[in-house]
């Protein structure tokens, strides 16, 4: 448990046993709460109308750990913001703030690096250095809704690091954004993106039945699959399928999943009729992503043609396909382009 001991990890239940085992009202806790999830306060002596002693009682036991901008780019071709923020411990992450006509979307880190080693993703080139906290995945959010002002209408769990691989916090932090007494965010503005680490997406779909969930799918064949992400070969593909199909049957949600096209890896006439196959009567859609080169790989995007060919082709079986509009390329934003760190990034722009 001690990782979720920061004041901001903690759940309205949990502050409020917290507030009462320090001896006092009930009502503190909904006050700092309001103060740390709706009115965004960094720091404990921000908290105006609550004691001082019950402020330093509590942070004793849960200090309030947030997140330090310390650089931030912003994209020449879309507006897109990305943060680079230091944790309390040194460990640096990124986000991306993402402005559309219906919208804005914060892309937040789930951990300090990864590690599942997706051939093609840069966020993986270093391994894992820890998971985040709930506290440190809510902050990268409100850091950024308070340093701009923009109002945030979508989460997505899409930036560095696995989900999946430190669900617990991950849970607690979509409780957290959630709740009517902090940010009140609707569930169904929420979408956690997973490689696919099954025995998750079973008790995701139990646990959270109205947040969008998106598979990192990148292939039709566990051949295929096996040679650009290293978790497929704990997980097959005839299991991944069944669990999707059972996220989609519980929640009564469509279901995403990612398809990164790699030039003569998977982007074939063949795979296309092979995907198509594999989601054959299941609701869901599919984004195809041109695969962002990095420079430790030689892996290319797939040629243009290529690309609406196999569009085309899902297009004609009556799927649902789009292909992502790339954000924040020039400031290395875009999907697989986030790092853990910030000396590794020198010499790429
Ligand atoms: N770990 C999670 C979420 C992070 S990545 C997951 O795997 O889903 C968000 C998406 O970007 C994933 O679909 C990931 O596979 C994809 N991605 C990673 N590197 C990429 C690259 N170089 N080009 C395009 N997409 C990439």
């Given at each position: 448990m001690s990782e979720w001991k920061d004041l901001r990890s903690l759940t309205m239940d949990e502050l409020t046993e917290a507030v009462v085992g320090a001896g006092e009202k009930k009502f503190r806790a909904k006050q700092i709460y309001g103060w740390l999830h709706q009115k965004l306060v960094r720091s404990p002596e921000e908290m105006k109308n609550v004691p001082r002693d019950l402020l330093s009682r509590l942070t004793e036991d849960h200090p309030l750990y947030g997140v330090t901008e310390i650089e931030r780019y912003v994209s020449g071709l879309d507006g897109t913001m990305k943060f680079l923020f230091r944790l309390h411990d040194g460990n640096l992450i990124e986000s991306v703030l993402m402005k559309y006509k219906h919208g804005n979307s914060v892309c937040i880190s789930s951990q300090a690096g990864c590690r599942m080693g997706c051939r093609f993703c840069a966020s993986t080139l270093m391994g894992l250095a820890r998971n985040l906290t709930p506290a440190e995945m809510l902050d990268q959010i409100y850091a950024i809704r308070s340093a701009t002002g923009e109002r945030v209408s979508n989460v997505v769990v899409m930036g560095t690091g696995e989900p999946f691989d430190n669900y617990e916090s991950l849970s607690r932090m979509i409780t957290i954004l959630t709740d009517p007494e902090g940010?009140?965010?609707?569930?169904?503005?929420i979408t956690v993106s997973t490689c696919g680490i099954i025995p998750m997406i079973y008790r995701f779909a139990d646990e959270h039945p109205q947040v969008n969930l998106a598979i990192s799918l990148h292939a039709s064949n566990d051949a295929t699959r096996r040679e650009l992400m290293p978790v497929a070969r704990s997980y097959g593909m005839d299991q991944l399928m069944e669990a999707a199909r059972y996220y989609v049957d519980k929640t009564r949600r469509r279901i995403t999943f990612e398809y990164s096209l790699v030039k003569g890896v998977n982007d074939h006439r063949r795979q296309a009729e092979e995907l198509a196959g594999l989601v054959r009567g299941l609701n869901c859609h599919i984004n195809l992503i041109p695969v962002n080169p990095i420079r430790e790989r030689d892996y290319q995007q797939a040629d243009t043609g290529h690309i609406a060919a196999f569009k085309g082709l899902l297009e004609q079986k009556h799927i649902q396909v789009t292909v992502r509009r790339e954000m924040g390329r020039d400031i290395s934003a875009a999907c697989g382009q986030l790092r853990k760190g910030y000396k590794e990034r020198n010499g790429e722009r």
């Amino acid at each position: 448990m001690s990782e979720w001991k920061d004041l901001r990890s903690l759940t309205m239940d949990e502050l409020t046993e917290a507030v009462v085992g320090a001896g006092e009202k009930k009502f503190r806790a909904k006050q700092i709460y309001g103060w740390l999830h709706q009115k965004l306060v960094r720091s404990p002596e921000e908290m105006k109308n609550v004691p001082r002693d019950l402020l330093s009682r509590l942070t004793e036991d849960h200090p309030l750990y947030g997140v330090t901008e310390i650089e931030r780019y912003v994209s020449g071709l879309d507006g897109t913001m990305k943060f680079l923020f230091r944790l309390h411990d040194g460990n640096l992450i990124e986000s991306v703030l993402m402005k559309y006509k219906h919208g804005n979307s914060v892309c937040i880190s789930s951990q300090a690096g990864c590690r599942m080693g997706c051939r093609f993703c840069a966020s993986t080139l270093m391994g894992l250095a820890r998971n985040l906290t709930p506290a440190e995945m809510l902050d990268q959010i409100y850091a950024i809704r308070s340093a701009t002002g923009e109002r945030v209408s979508n989460v997505v769990v899409m930036g560095t690091g696995e989900p999946f691989d430190n669900y617990e916090s991950l849970s607690r932090m979509i409780t957290i954004l959630t709740d009517p007494e902090g940010m009140n965010l609707g569930s169904r503005s929420i979408t956690v993106s997973t490689c696919g680490i099954i025995p998750m997406i079973y008790r995701f779909a139990d646990e959270h039945p109205q947040v969008n969930l998106a598979i990192s799918l990148h292939a039709s064949n566990d051949a295929t699959r096996r040679e650009l992400m290293p978790v497929a070969r704990s997980y097959g593909m005839d299991q991944l399928m069944e669990a999707a199909r059972y996220y989609v049957d519980k929640t009564r949600r469509r279901i995403t999943f990612e398809y990164s096209l790699v030039k003569g890896v998977n982007d074939h006439r063949r795979q296309a009729e092979e995907l198509a196959g594999l989601v054959r009567g299941l609701n869901c859609h599919i984004n195809l992503i041109p695969v962002n080169p990095i420079r430790e790989r030689d892996y290319q995007q797939a040629d243009t043609g290529h690309i609406a060919a196999f569009k085309g082709l899902l297009e004609q079986k009556h799927i649902q396909v789009t292909v992502r509009r790339e954000m924040g390329r020039d400031i290395s934003a875009a999907c697989g382009q986030l790092r853990k760190g910030y000396k590794e990034r020198n010499g790429e722009r």
